[in-house]
């Protein structure tokens, strides 16, 4: 069953359980580079989030955001799936501040979620497969940053990237 598994994680066509990495660039607000050993470097979009186009106004902050959180940490990618032709994951790092005794720290940092936390994307529920208990932490986390007004929550009626670039 494992081998089966593995076969089709390497074909692309199933989610994987975890597969463990180290960050090699910040892509945006909501997606990065991951080098995977034996695999080489793979673009991830954090499941469930939506941040602010680079052009769009918080753009710039999502990005610089996701960075301080990631840029150049071992992450694990959960529930790893290919989206019509991109990587999308849940992905844990280990928090900023964290202390432990070696060089890679446990991932117990939610990166979506975090960035959802500080008003630096959207919970995207246009996503498919969020389990509801983890869709009511997103949609609390993003009512809370809208109450205290933080980062693109301060602008008057932030527009969502899907909305900003139009129909496809």
């Not at 032709?85 to 900023?96: C, L, Q, S």
């Not at 070696?102 to 959802?116: E, I, K, M, S």
Request: proline share 8%.
């Amino acid at each position: 069953m494992l081998a089966a598994l593995a076969l089709l994680l390497a074909a692309g066509t199933a989610p994987a359980a975890t597969v463990d990495g180290r960050v090699s660039a910040i892509v945006s607000g909501d997606t990065l580079q991951v080098d995977i050993p034996g695999r080489g470097q793979w673009r991830v979009r954090l499941a469930w989030v939506a941040a602010p186009a680079r052009l769009q106004a918080f753009g710039e902050a999502a990005r610089s955001g996701l960075g301080a959180l990631a840029a150049g940490r071992a992450v694990r990618l959960e529930d790893l799936r290919d989206a019509g032709g991109e990587w999308t994951a849940r992905v844990w790092a280990a928090p900023p501040l964290a202390r432990c005794g070696n060089a890679d720290c446990p991932p117990t940092l939610d990166l979506g979620l975090a960035q959802v936390e500080r008003g630096l994307a959207w919970h995207d529920r246009r996503q498919p497969g969020q389990p509801p208990a983890l869709a009511a932490d997103y949609q609390q986390a993003e009512f809370a940053a809208k109450i205290r007004r933080l980062g693109l929550w301060a602008g008057k009626n932030p527009l969502p990237p899907w909305e900003w670039r139009g129909p496809r």
